[in-house]
């Protein structure tokens, strides 16, 4: 069964910070490439950043320089760490699988998500 609880979204001003944390579970874990995601209203979802297994990182031209994805192979998390945020930075995240050579790999299953607001 596919675990996906992702927290730390919020309202925050432009140029503001926050992180996201995603717990998943080990099948959706191990071994693989994971993602943060995030769809606007109206919009399509979108891959904002990834991360192999190895440590490897990949971001959106959109938030290159102000995002950064880490993980604890450990404890099945993924976090996203986001920078000087700008209102179109507006949208409910999520984590999930991603494809390091693909942004337009989407799975299945997703969880809540968790919103983040950028008043300006």
């Known amino acids: 069964q596919v675990q996906l609880v992702e927290s730390g979204g919020g309202l925050v001003q432009a140029g503001g910070s926050l992180t996201l944390s995603c717990v998943a579970s080990?099948?959706?874990?191990?071994?693989?490439?994971m993602g943060w995601y995030r769809q606007a209203p109206g919009k399509q979802r979108e891959l904002v950043a990834a991360?192999?297994?190895?440590?490897?990182?990949k971001y959106a031209d959109s938030v290159k320089g102000r995002f950064t994805i880490s993980r604890d192979n450990v404890k099945n998390m993924v976090f996203l760490g986001m920078n000087s945020l700008k209102p179109e930075d507006t949208a409910v995240y999520y984590c999930?699988?991603?494809?390091?050579?693909?942004?337009?790999?989407?799975?299945?299953?997703w969880g809540q998500g968790t919103q983040v607001t950028v008043s300006s």
């Open positions: 999930n699988a991603a494809s390091y050579d693909s942004s337009t790999y989407f799975p299945l299953s």
């Open positions: 080990r099948t959706i874990f191990s071994r693989n490439t």
């Open positions: 991360i192999t297994s190895g440590g490897r990182t």
